[in-house]
């Protein structure tokens, strides 16, 4: 807690002010993650001061808010790129991060609990501290010396810690070969399973059969709705190192979706041997033929071979040549 205070004051993010008349200070609190290692045991324990930003009023207390994500599939191509150029891949975590904008609102902020405040002082915010914390960062690149110059930058500005070696990143474990690198989210699937009653050391080829179809009508409703979402949410995730659970080799079938009667897309992104992007998702209207089915497909696959393409110029990688696509 003391270093969070202590990188919010570094990087200028307040300053301790009376709170002027007829304004009203909006509350914090302090969000407590634990960060685990690759095989499940503590690595260190991290607190966030976040603003209670859901008590503001769009158009009163702000007019928009923008959060740029990296796509996972930037990970993992970049991760790709690294491994074909034999890079090195550092991981850095930021002890605080969030987005330097200048505030043009009148913000101020109750001062949190265990922070000595004699005056009664309320935090008048410069920048936007009600935002999306980014805890972890991949570097890469051919120049050893300039990463870490780029490093010492980075602390500087942010107050980072250095990981060293890339071992595990939101999540997904990463493993070094002679052949190349690995993702993998062992320990995460083995909670899964594990949480849900399932014998992990019997193992199946594929979760279900290849042409199965589900509809919402059939079958006994889940008991606990909480656990089924949670549950979706978890399955969700581990498609990030598991393209088989997308289905993302399913032909299109007339009405795979027995209930709405959409089809559904699915394309697999290969870099070299390494699949870097894949998506297998219900199309958002329904088709009158498989063959303006298959053509939205195609589109959507499209899409986004052109925007990793262009992802791999700016990398550095250039004179690509497309094998095939199905």
């Known amino acids: 807690m003391n270093k969070e205070i202590l990188a919010l004051e570094q990087n200028n993010t307040w300053k301790l002010v009376d709170l002027p008349a007829g ?17 499940g045991s503590l690595e260190r324990c991290k607190a966030r001061l976040v603003a209670k930003g859901f008590n503001q009023e769009y158009g009163i207390d702000y007019e928009e ?45 109750k001062v949190p609990k265990g922070v000595s405040n004699p005056g009664n002082k309320v935090y008048e915010s410069h920048i936007n501290i009600d935002s999306v914390y980014v805890d972890d960062v991949i570097l890469t690149g051919t120049n050893v010396a300039k990463l870490e110059d780029l490093k010492k930058h980075l602390h500087q500005e942010f107050s980072i810690k250095d990981l060293g070696t890339l071992n ?45 179809k589900l509809s919402a009508t059939e079958g006994d409703v889940f008991p606990d709705a909480e656990k089924y979402r949670s549950l979706v949410g978890k399955l969700n995730f581990l498609t990030q190192t598991r393209p088989d659970l997308s289905y993302t080799v399913q032909t299109l079938n007339w009405a795979s979706c027995l209930d ?7 394309f697999v992104l290969l870099l070299g041997g390494s699949p870097i992007s894949w998506k297998s998702k219900k199309q958002g209207t329904i088709s009158k033929s498989s063959a303006e089915a298959e053509y939205r497909a195609m589109a959507a696959a499209t899409s986004e071979f052109t925007w990793i393409v262009n992802l791999l110029e700016v990398l550095g990688v250039t004179n690509l040549e497309v094998s095939g696509m199905v």
């Open 168 to 212: 595990y990143f939101l999540g997904i474990e990463v493993g070094y070969t002679a052949d190349g690198v690995i993702l993998t989210q062992k320990n995460f699937t083995r909670e899964l399973l594990q949480g849900c009653g399932f014998n992990i050391d019997k193992r199946a080829v594929t979760p279900l059969p290849m042409h199965l």
């Open 65 to 109: 808010t923008f959060i740029p994500v990296v796509k996972m599939s930037i990970v993992r191509c970049l991760i790709a790129v690294a491994a074909s150029k034999n890079w090195p891949l550092f991981q850095l975590d930021v002890n605080n991060a969030f987005l330097h904008e200048d505030l043009k609102e009148e913000v101020y902020m």
């Open 23 to 39: 304004k009203k200070p909006i509350g914090c609190k302090w969000v407590y993650k634990v960060k685990l290692k690759a095989d």
């Open 260 to 266: 709405s009667r959409r089809f559904i897309s699915g």
